[in-house]
């Protein structure tokens, strides 16, 4: 029953978005350094851009003492440089305590992790270790094959015809 000029709703400040979940406050600090949010520390949080509020989330639950961290594409939103950055703070920040890294793009995963799950249509297809170039192309493999709408095709029979270990596999004249 406001005619909209007794009261003002300007937002939420964001300083008080990120202390919402007791955050030790020496690692907050650091973390608005890392990703330059001290400007807009008193700004409304709804006025913020998508990045800046992913950043502003993102830190939240960083500077957070919680022990099971899970980020769903956490650079989705951030320009290259914040992105970048991003990876760099969760290499180091995130060395405590159990991470969850959920992304639909494998070539961009940190190198930090260490082990991998992939989960294709609610099934899962893989779970182990993260390391190794193998292992990357494989999945690269499987997440471009996974369109249960293309059939994977037959393996292709070799008509390729044997060849003497000694003759030559081009002759140009």
Request: negative net charge; proline residues 8%; glycine residues 4%.
């Amino acid at each position: 029953q406001s005619d909209g000029e007794d009261e003002r709703l300007v937002g939420t400040p964001v300083i008080d978005i990120l202390n919402g979940l007791s955050p030790d406050q020496e690692r907050l600090a650091d973390f608005i350094d890392a990703f330059d949010l001290a400007a807009c520390l008193q700004q409304p949080f709804r006025t913020l851009s998508t990045g800046e509020t992913r950043k502003v989330l993102l830190v939240r639950a960083l500077a957070s003492s919680r022990p099971l961290l899970i980020l769903d594409d956490p650079a989705k939103g951030l320009d290259a440089s914040s992105s970048s950055r991003l990876q760099a703070v969760l290499e180091t920040a995130t060395r405590d305590r159990t991470v969850l890294y959920v992304t639909n793009d494998i070539d961009n995963a940190p190198q930090w992790i260490n082990h991998l799950v992939l989960v294709e249509v609610g099934r899962l297809t893989y779970c182990g270790p993260s390391r190794g170039l193998e292992l990357k192309l494989w999945l690269n493999q499987m997440m471009t094959l996974a369109d249960e709408t293309l059939p994977l095709p037959e393996r292709y029979p070799n008509a390729l015809p044997e060849l003497a270990p000694d003759a030559p596999l081009v002759d140009m004249r």
